[in-house]
């Protein structure tokens, strides 16, 4: 490339002068999505922070909607062609936006979960428990309403409310102040007015883990829930929202919401998550969801805690000491959040241990034999902390290999630091993410979340290449999904092995690799950035069978009729998925006992009873 002076004018060059100080709010995946073209009309969702009141006003000056506010932070819809004017005010500190996108993570499963005695009114409980007069909540992809499992005895509905928000808006059927997707009540969903269903592509996720947590069994007369006599609530997630996290901020509110005008306890499972974030809990969603938590008692959330244990390393940590230490991150090509070749990667760390750390991006050459081709120079975060800041990366012999991108910003106690390099001169490079002084840092990326992945095998000898000795390796520590599974006031759930061996629909005995009490190998490990203990119980994930859309069921009695149970009304699914509604069905046991208990409380029962076998070792683990 010639050496010219860029200064990431592919994303700078439309802002208007009114606006000339917004991209130092503004964090260049929403600078990206604010460059793709977008129908009238498109509003976006934001995290805002800074002094609420003044920012409830600004969000109304932008002809925004403030959805929900709490002290420094408040959560809005935005028309998409008034951000960058609303980044640009001064009551606005931060923005958060990310454009990664959510993912979605039984008779067997009572007995080892000891359910069954619940169900039973096994002493000294003074009766059967099933979770009547409690609500449970699901946040998913959807489910069948058709299914019998979730059907009453003279064939109504138990799914009380039904939010899809995935639907358009419709000036009848939008909840506010949400302001998209429809939503029904029973007794439209009793008259056949209610479209939504199970979401297409996601092979029945929403229906079983519905009917883990709370089918009644009705179909067959097996494979019966959790929590077979509680109510129902669900929102069908949007996974290809913008900040999708948002929204599942949005779900929760809205679940709370019908609960409290219902006058009865809710459990809220969301087995989907987002494996990308600061993993601290901080986050804007965890935040909201936990001041809705603790507001009032009887409600309690849990959550899946991944299924990424498995996955190639995409986790670093970093002591920063005087030597210079670096990992290897990679060109990441189309498609991608972007929408053009790039190399992008962003780390995280609580502000006292970020400091005193000096970091730089070099490129190494990979062929025809490895070499250090040069680096930029070294920065802190004090340099550009607020503000975007670009430096050329040239090489030792003067050559422009790439004008890299930085952008530093606050987040209460912690920094958040992004780097961008737009179509490096070459995209077979290695870029090396350097740091030097005093602290540590936290990272997550790879390839499959559409962003550069690092190198985590095939390295050199010292003796090939001696700078290596200073190469920091991914691991797969802290695998575990982001935001509300890192909470205190969440229960995030692992998984273990719940049948390796079964009947099929066509009598055929089946089996699968494992054993039964074992913990699943790809459960996601934790812990949180900052050192908590996560996940905070494991419950049967793999295998269980649940009710299943029926559609899916049929397809699969015709072409994998082995996933699916004797009765031809159940499926096999897995996973954290499966194992978080087990312990959803739990809290709503007690809630059904103890309808006033807080969340804490429940929490606290749970993993007071839960019981250590040979495969937990010493605990806590």
């Avoid at 604010?34 to 002094?51: A, D, I």
């Avoid at 290695?430 to 095998?457: H, Y």
């Avoid at 059904?592 to 009873?609: N, Q, W, Y």
Wanted: with cysteine; proline share 6%; aromatic share 10%.
């Amino acid at each position: 490339m010639s050496r010219t002076a860029l200064l990431f004018a592919g994303l700078l060059a439309c802002a208007a002068p009114a606006s000339a100080q917004a991209p130092d709010r503004m964090g260049f995946e929403l600078q990206a999505f604010l460059k793709r073209p977008h129908p009238p009309g498109t509003e976006v969702h934001l995290f805002l922070r800074g002094q609420d009141a003044a920012l409830a006003r600004a969000v109304a000056g932008s002809g925004g909607v403030v959805k929900q506010r709490m002290q420094g932070l408040v959560s809005a819809r935005v028309p998409v062609e008034r951000v960058a004017a609303l980044a640009a005010h001064p009551a606005v500190q931060g923005i958060e936006f990310s454009l990664s996108q959510g993912r979605v993570l039984n008779d067997s499963m009572r007995v080892h979960n000891r359910i069954d005695p619940v169900h039973a009114g096994q002493a000294p409980l003074p009766g059967g428990f099933t979770g009547e007069g409690v609500l449970v909540g699901i946040i998913d992809s959807g489910m069948d309403l058709d299914h019998p499992d979730f059907q009453d005895a003279q064939g109504r509905t138990r799914v009380l409310r039904y939010w899809d928000q995935t639907f358009p808006f419709d000036a009848q059927l939008t909840p506010m102040p949400w302001g998209y997707g429809q939503a029904w009540d029973s007794t439209a969903i009793n008259a056949g007015l209610c479209p939504a269903g199970e979401q297409p592509g996601f092979f029945g996720h929403g229906t079983t883990v519905t009917g883990t947590a709370a089918g009644n069994g009705l179909a067959t007369g097996a494979y019966t829930g959790g929590a077979p006599g509680a109510d129902l609530l669900i929102v069908s997630s949007d996974f290809d929202a913008p900040n999708w996290k948002a929204t599942v901020a949005d779900a929760v509110h809205y679940l709370v919401s019908q609960a409290e005008a219902l006058g009865r306890p809710v459990v809220i499972n969301a087995s989907l998550g987002d494996y990308l974030g600061s993993h601290d809990g901080q986050d804007a969603a965890a935040l909201f969801i936990d001041s809705l938590l603790i507001a009032q008692p009887g409600r309690v959330m849990v959550c899946a805690a991944g299924n990424s244990g498995e996955f190639p390393p995409y986790h670093v940590e970093t002591l920063v000491g005087s030597d210079t230490s670096f990992t290897w991150y990679t060109y990441k090509p189309t498609p991608n959040n972007f929408g053009y070749g790039v190399v992008y990667f962003d780390v995280w760390a609580d502000t006292a241990d970020f400091s005193d750390v000096q970091y730089a991006v070099g490129a190494d050459r990979v062929v025809p034999s490895l070499q250090f081709r040069g680096r930029t120079p070294f920065r802190t975060m004090a340099d550009h902390l607020g503000q975007l800041a670009s430096d050329s990366l040239w090489s030792l012999d003067g050559d422009l290999l790439g004008v890299v991108d930085w952008f530093a910003e606050l987040r209460g106690g912690q920094v958040h630091l992004q780097v961008h390099m737009q179509q490096p001169d070459s995209n077979a490079y290695r870029f090396r993410f350097m740091s030097t002084g005093t602290g540590r840092f936290d990272g997550w990326g790879a390839s499959f979340f559409g962003m550069s992945g690092m190198i985590a095998s095939g390295l050199p000898t010292v003796a090939q290449y001696p700078d290596i000795a200073h190469y920091v390796l991914p691991d797969r520590n802290k695998h575990i999904v982001d935001s509300w599974a890192c909470s205190e006031q969440v229960i995030t759930v692992a998984n273990y092995f719940n049948e390796v061996a079964y009947t099929d629909v066509n009598g055929n005995a089946q089996s699968v690799p494992g054993t039964e009490g074992d913990l699943v190998p790809r459960s996601s490990h934790g812990p949180t950035r900052d050192g908590r203990l996560k996940p905070d119980v494991a419950a049967t994930g793999d295998i269980t069978f649940s009710a299943g859309p029926l559609a899916t069921l049929a397809s699969l009695i015709a072409n994998e009729p082995f996933k699916v149970a004797p009765g031809g009304m159940h499926m096999r699914n897995g996973g954290t998925s499966m194992a978080s509604p087990v312990v959803t069905a739990t809290a709503a046991l007690y809630l059904e006992k103890c309808s006033r208990a807080t969340h804490l409380e429940v929490r606290d029962a749970i993993e007071g009873t839960a019981r250590a076998d040979a495969f937990t070792g010493t605990l806590p683990n």
